[in-house]
């Protein structure tokens, strides 16, 4: 029994209106024919005051379906299948109905998401001769000779229950990383996991799990294994230390061996470096070097085109400069003939991608530019577009040149278009392929066996070598070495070593062509020099002049939309430097940029040269003030000063 205390005055009337006209269809008609809100109507419920009795509703068609039709998936597998027998259902109103009671759902556990599965482990180990130290390396040989020599290294770690992560700056790398070291762990009673961007959420998520629980304690993988919760690592492997690829290209720009070798330290675990060539910085440590492998090396000197014995057996006595042939030379010409009556497959590393480097007009030498940037536009021939490849800036090749008039342009420094274009014209009926940042075609006939050959950028690297390759050839090699870096000539060198090493199998002809064939970074190779010869020779050039290894280095770039600003801006930096007590030869520059105007701005550049990080930072501290223009250091600065 309910009082009527316990109601308002309109919840009473509510109640003596429902009383009198008894029982309504739902409590909306109730509250409309009493005149109320339905507030007023859920307060007579709540207080007692009235009985609702809910009929049962006929089951919606949805339902129905789905009694028919049993288990599904998914809500959403639920409204695809029900809508396709037209039973109108979007996966909203599927979980609406299941939230009423018309379905239950049912949360089962998925299985762990598929990951690479491991390659078994050869069935012979070398012994163990490499350094008891905190840091080495191993270079030289071919990459199953390094991996079979840092296999037992390996093994013993992780036997011990201690972890290892392996890095590597690339696909290719990781993938033959893989190949090569992974079947170590289930020897070990552990398992090896990849980590990388190219894994999933679920597999991420997956893989994280078996490293933390300590399931799997060998990790390979890209930079990105780095943050992995490792336990107890004992060893820290960088395959190809060198790369560029390891330099992050945007927020803190770390360069990811010397963020690896912190790691190592923090954990009192060894550090090993290990690729084709070393780096110049990691000359000075204790390792071991594998002989050369078999190399083929023909060199086509355009700067000397009389013929050189010592050079390779190809060039012809008689031929003059206008004669070798250019961007593909006589000598590449008639191999790349070779490969086409064989059946075989050839490789082409071109400088860059696109038709040509600039278009210049023949009577005036006028070059069109990037709006943006002090940089001659690219010329692409597929787009007829002239684009810039460092903002993006691109516009249609004028019909006349903007200071006289010609309507005639002329095309400087092959890209790939012009090379691949060339190759269609000289060995008629040998497929050509692409492989760059603009056009990556189908590979998959090469891969399969079938004749021809790609022309690419350094991406080809990243991906295998066709089964048949017999020809490489790098059609101008100065470009590497035409860099306002000082690693250049290095990069040059660790180029040639990979390129020697790409196919797993053979060795293939590796034909350079260059204007700078008496180069020590060539010469090494073609005197079969060992991977130590060249890296050697620049570190202690680097000595001398105070580079790394024997020196930390930091870029600040002070960057405005006017010269001017940019200009003070860097020369205050430099006096803030001095003022704190930099001493001489400690801060280089200012400078203008190579580039002098990039994407709108004006950027100069100073480099900080300390004995040491503590010093370097030190020098660095001056610089944590506000500015009057924008300015970014970069620690360890790569490709181009």
Known sequence: MVRWTTLTPKG??????????????????????????????????????????????PPPPAWTWLREHGPVDSLSAWASLASADGVGLTPTAAGTLALRGWADTVQEVAPPPSLTPPVPAPGHADPDRLPEAPAWRLHGGRPASRFRTLAPRIARLLGQGRGVLVLAPDHATLRRAWEGLSGLAQAAGTRAVQVSGALNPEGREHTWHLIRTGAARLVIGSYLALVTPLEDPALIVVLEEGSDAYKLQSGSRAFVPDVAARVAAAHDAALALVGAAPAAESVPLPGAVLPPPRLRLHVVDYAHPPEQPELGPLSSVHLTPGDLGYPLSHDLVRLLRQVQERGRQAALLAPRRGYSALLRCPSCDHTPGCRNCDVPLRFHQGTRQLTCHQCGYHESVPDRCDECGEQMWKARGPGTEWIAAEVARLVPGLPVYRCDRDRQDDLSPLHSGGSG???????????????????????????????SDFRASERYHRLLRQLGEWHAGRPPLLVVQTFQAEHPALRVMVDGKDALAYPAAEERARKALGYPPHARLAQVEVAAREARRSKEVAAEVFD?????????????????????????????????RARNDARLSELLATLDRPWRARVRVDVNPRGGL
Do not use: F, K
Not at 30 to 56: D, H, I, K, M
Not at 454 to 467: K, N, R
Not at 468 to 479: E, H, K
């Open 12 to 57: 009473r009337e509510a109640w003596a209106w429902l009383a009198g006209q008894g029982p309504q269809p739902t409590l909306a008609a109730w509250a409309r024919g009493a005149g109320v809100g339905s507030g007023v109507v859920n307060g007579v419920l709540n207080a007692g005051g009235a009985a609702y009795v809910r009929e049962e509703a």
């Open 453 to 483: 050959v790609v022309v690419g950028t350094q991406l080809l690297l990243s991906g295998e070598a066709p089964p048949n390759l017999a020809l490489i050839g790098v059609t101008l090699a100065d470009t590497w070495l035409n860099v």
């Open 576 to 608: 803030a430097l001095h003022g704190a007590g930099a001493a001489e030869g400690e801060v280089l520059g200012p400078a203008p940029s190579p580039v002098a105007r990039l994407r709108g701005v004006y950027p100069y550049h100073l480099l900080l």
